[in-house]
């Protein structure tokens, strides 16, 4: 369209205000037509997103012909429109899918990092306590045998004070026994055991 042709003069015959107004719409439409099917895209699987091509200007001929175009055009724009906010919550869905698992997955890792630390640090602390106990057994051993080896000995000495004892008493004897064969007499007990 001419920008002459935009202010005409208040004497132009109806025929070309009309024949005007008709090719100033068809030419507007045309022009949102290209627009819309240049950016809109069309989803024809649900895997793919292809941009439509850029349909051909349609002749005036064809588009008074076609007495639904704008119907047809606004129905298609419709379902474009359908498909592409039906894709993009798709998208949405997914990425919020993918989010949820990735936040499970993180945690799930967390809760074995913390299982791990916790059964490290009590099999520390059972292989301390063994380690102690181990070496209290050891200790208690060691004062066991201590005391056995103390007993032992005072087991010796009582022992020994008993040889020693048999011995003196057996010299006592041997001297008593002695001294009754240089005087002749008896024994004053040893007759009362034999009934004199």
Not at 66 to 76: E, F, H, L, P, Q
Not at 82 to 99: G, P
Not at 158 to 170: L, Q, S
Not at 179 to 185: C, H, L, S, V
Request: aromatic content about 4%; some cysteine.
């Amino acid at each position: 369209m001419i920008m002459g042709e935009e202010h005409q003069s208040p004497l132009v015959s109806p025929k070309n205000s009309k024949e005007n107004d008709e090719q100033n719409n068809e030419e507007a439409k045309e022009k949102v037509e290209e627009k819309v099917f240049a950016l809109v895209p069309i989803v024809e699987d649900k895997e793919k997103i292809i941009s439509a091509p850029i349909q051909e200007k349609e002749t005036d001929s064809e588009i008074q012909k076609s007495t639904g175009v704008s119907k047809d055009r606004d129905t298609a724009l419709a379902k474009v429109e359908s498909e592409k906010r039906l894709a993009l919550i798709k998208a949405w869905e997914d990425n919020e899918k993918t989010k949820a698992e990735n936040k499970a997955l993180k945690k799930l890792s967390a809760v074995g990092a913390w299982e791990n630390t916790k059964k490290a640090n009590l099999e520390a602390e059972l292989k301390q306590i063994q380690e102690e106990l181990e070496k209290k057994k050891a200790e208690y051993a060691e004062k066991m045998k201590n005391k056995v080896a103390e007993i032992h000995r005072e087991a010796e000495e009582k022992r020994a004070t008993i040889v020693a004892k048999r011995g003196e008493d057996v010299l006592k004897v041997e001297e008593t026994a002695a001294k009754f064969r240089a005087t002749g007499n008896l024994p004053k007990k040893f007759l009362q055991c034999f009934g004199y």
